[in-house]
């Protein structure tokens, strides 16, 4: 795992320094130019957060003991990603002297402060879209929490509904066990009575007999 974290590190620097690079040169030109790099840079920078993605999944697979390593160079990695978006935006808004002169002519001094006014509108307005998209990503990493937590609960209640099934069929197999066992009881219960009232008959027949065989010789000693 170590050696993909490792793997996208370098992809990360690599393409971090083309951003750095591309940003300082965004304010020198102007037009045409000026849009296709920035529509360049804004597509590289979203090439970084997916590889910190990548890089934050990685991390979560590493062993805990190894963890803190890692979290703390991705926690810096996440602060480079806002630095070079910071400067991003406010390239998007600046110029060099050689462009605003370009763009301004013989009037630059004159509408310094129209420009000035202008970029601290636009810094303003790109401040507040930055707080919309972070409010966007926090939204869709919440709603995809919620949605992951109404998987795991589905999953739980079709657990739940395949226990409650099982104990409903265990019910029935012990109830059933209990009816047999009364039968069983109740026929044990009845052979014993027999085999009691068998025993009573063979007391009494013995009896009976005893009795007869010592009549008999009392009445012939007698008779003697």
Do not use: C, W
């Not at 529509?39 to 805990?64: A, F, G, H, S, T």
């Not at 029935?172 to 069983?184: F, P, V």
């Amino acid at each position: 795992m170590s050696s993909d974290f490792e793997a996208y590190e370098q992809d990360f620097g690599t393409l971090t320094a083309e951003v750095t690079n591309k940003i300082g040169r965004i304010p020198k030109l102007s037009g045409e130019e000026k849009t296709q790099l920035v529509l360049n840079v804004d597509k590289q920078l979203e090439e970084v957060r997916e590889l910190l993605e990548q890089m934050d999944l990685e991390v979560r697979e590493i062993p805990i003991q190894s963890r803190a390593m890692y979290n703390s160079r991705l926690k810096s990695y996440k602060q480079e990603v806002e630095k070079l978006e910071k400067d991003f935006k406010r390239s998007r808004i600046a110029y060099s002297d050689e462009v605003r002169n370009e763009l301004l002519g013989d009037d630059a001094s004159s509408s310094e402060n129209q420009l000035i006014k202008l970029r601290e509108e636009r810094a303003h307005l790109l401040d507040n879209t930055e707080k919309l998209e972070r409010s966007s990503r926090r939204l869709e990493a919440g709603y995809q929490i919620a949605v992951e937590t109404e998987q795991v609960g589905q999953e739980i209640l079709t657990n739940l509904h395949g226990d409650r099934e099982k104990i409903q069929r265990a019910r029935e197999r012990l109830r059933e066990t209990d009816a047999n066992l009364g039968k069983s009881s109740r026929i044990l219960t009845g052979m014993l009575r027999r085999i009691i009232q068998n025993r009573i008959l063979v007391f009494a027949l013995g009896a009976i007999i005893l009795l007869t065989i010592i009549l008999a010789i009392y009445f012939n000693v007698r008779g003697h």
